[in-house]
């Protein structure tokens, strides 16, 4: 029997929060950003008790959002979970541009059908809704562009005020969203890590919530769900590889945690998908760190591609992306703009599938991995698009 309108059994089976890098642990009743020693926390669950309800049985009957799977979500109360839709995106088959580039099994998750038009509608989802529970009513967050959309939109959705520090050479589209949405913008001169030194001063004087990426525990379990999805669509075996153009690295710290998760739950084995990281030449601090052998990474200087999403030159999360590259056994690897374009462009001509420039980072990868050995003719490989391509509308 399908338990699904019981309410006991779709609750949330939180725990509590506990540091990846010391340990420490952290209660779940107050809003919390970083752990004592300034690393990130991660949301832990009971999953035996999780076990007991999400079986492969329960899916035909669970809601189709990020809110799929609640007994592994935070948020303990339904009418807590806003929801504007986002998530359960599809996954397509690329027959053409699998032909081009000599793969048979080429796949692309399509995330720029999203509310926001990114995949940052998940993260952002899952803290306010966290946050909202918790009786926040005030954000701040600084942004490279699509994290502030999804935060104004989502505080709109839930009734709660939100202020956005972003560059100002973000794609004006990226700033009406923020607008049209009832956020408050400010436009900051330089980069996102220029908005997060702005953002922190005000925020100093305030009593607003800060939500920048893995500075808060919940952002990575809204971006999990891509994991949970990428599982389940793929009738529980994993992929060979996952392609994802890598910022703060949210998504792929979170799909990694969704892997685990899973395997205790009991619905995947231990095989895992090799997480391949991509970043643009202009900014690409991950991949330097990979090369180097190094186990953080250090800032890039002078950021600058077309790819807004990817123009992050410190990531707080480092050590866990570069963790999950390895241990994954996979690889970081950079693409110039060009190939973005090129990219870009060939997508949306061979299957009518418009990404954003970050999105396209990954389809600009594929034929550099081939010829490194990264990637082989046979392998499954899901590449993410993590972006509409009316988010980067002036590229087109
Ligand atoms: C934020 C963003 C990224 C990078 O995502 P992370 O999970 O922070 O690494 C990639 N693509 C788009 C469209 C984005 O908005
Ligand atoms: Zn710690």
Redesign the pocket.
Known sequence: MITYNNTISMSSHLINLKCTACGKKYETHRPINLCECGKVLFAVYNLDEAKETVTKESFCKRTRSIWRIPEIMPVYEERYRFTLGEGCTPLLHLKSMGEILGLEQLFVKDEGLNPTG?F?SRGLCAAVSKAVELGIKEFVIPT?G??GAALAAYSARAKVKAHIFMPVDTPGIIKKEVLATGGDLRLVDGLISDAAKESRKEAEKSEWFNVS?LKEPYRVEG?KTMGLEIAEMFNWELPDVIIY????????IGMWKAFVELEEIGLIGSERPRMISVQSSGCAPIVKAFEEKKEKASFWEEAETIAP??KVPVAIGDYLILKVVRESKGTAISVHDEEILTAMHELAKKEGIML?T??AATIAAIPKLLNKGEIEKEDKIVAFG??SGF?TISMW
């Open positions: 990114t940052k490279a699509n994290a990426t971006k153009p890598t910022g703060g690295g949210t998504g792929i999403g990817l954003s970050e999105g993590t972006g988010t």
